[in-house]
């Protein structure tokens, strides 16, 4: 019985890998075809595919990237925000993201602060970036340590210098990561004209609108509703199909209005 246990696991482990190569090369072939979609200007198909392949997981920088020229190739761009906005998310360093970021911010006439309504959220991108919480936790391992030499060698002075240091510098890198878990998620506004309602349901009051582009913070979420603060400081509902969460990867399927 164990032997069959045994031989099944290392059979698991032999596969494993086998079936994660044949995932991704199925992955690249998709986003490929994305790709000649989008140069064929079939750009709601193209959208489609890059969708599904976010929603399976297989997310990237490029993939959002590629997405928001499609976007935007068809005049959508809110949409070509958000893709890009996801897309600096998960690759925060990407220096051709953040210039496209800035381009259709000024295209949209929205101010800096529109589309960064939470500072601790770019606390969490620096984080991710420079790595600040593997260079915190190898500060403070590092004060550890010299801690430790220095019960070793009571008259050296230097490992306690060292490890006080390691330690006000281990705490200072870990609490940008530490901050940005505090942000609030956001959303984009991904329609031109989109409705602030004063209740989640389609008939409810309009109590204004939304700038297309607009990042607004999730104050609750509601089947396929957002609770959401636009920049004038005004609470309401939006829908889904109208604000796509900047958090969180797509869904399969968005439900439409």
């Given amino acids: ?142 004060s550890l340590a010299a801690h430790v030499l220095a019960r070793l060698r009571p008259g050296s002075r230097w490992p306690v210098s060292l490890a006080w240091v390691a330690f006000s510098l281990g705490v200072l890198a870990a609490a940008a990561p530490i901050a940005g878990t505090l942000a609030r998620p956001t959303g984009t506004v991904i329609r031109r004209g989109a409705p602030l309602l004063d209740a989640a349901s389609p008939s409810a009051e309009p109590i204004g609108s939304l700038r297309e582009g607009e990042v607004v913070p999730i104050l609750e979420p509601g089947g396929s509703w957002l609770r959401i603060e636009d920049a004038s400081g005004a609470r309401g509902w939006a829908h889904v199909a109208d604000v796509r969460r900047l958090d969180v990867p797509p869904d399969h399927e968005w439900p439409e209005r």
């Fill in 1 to 142: 019985m164990r032997s069959g246990l045994r031989l099944g696991a290392l059979v698991l482990g032999l596969l494993a890998p086998l079936v994660s190569g044949a995932r991704a090369a199925t992955a690249d072939a998709r986003f490929d075809e994305a790709n000649d979609l989008a140069r064929s200007g079939d750009y709601p198909k193209a959208i489609s595919l890059y969708r599904e392949l976010a929603a399976s997981g297989d997310e990237s920088a490029s993939l959002y990237w590629n997405w928001a020229q499609a976007a935007s190739s068809r005049g959508d761009q809110g949409e070509a925000l958000w893709a890009l906005l996801r897309a600096r998310e998960l690759d925060p360093g990407d220096r051709a993201v953040r210039r496209d970021v800035e381009a259709v911010r000024e295209s949209l006439n929205l101010d800096p602060a529109e589309i960064a309504p939470e500072p601790l959220a770019a606390a969490a991108r620096i984080a991710r970036r420079f790595r600040l919480d593997v260079l915190g936790m190898a500060l403070l391992v590092l």
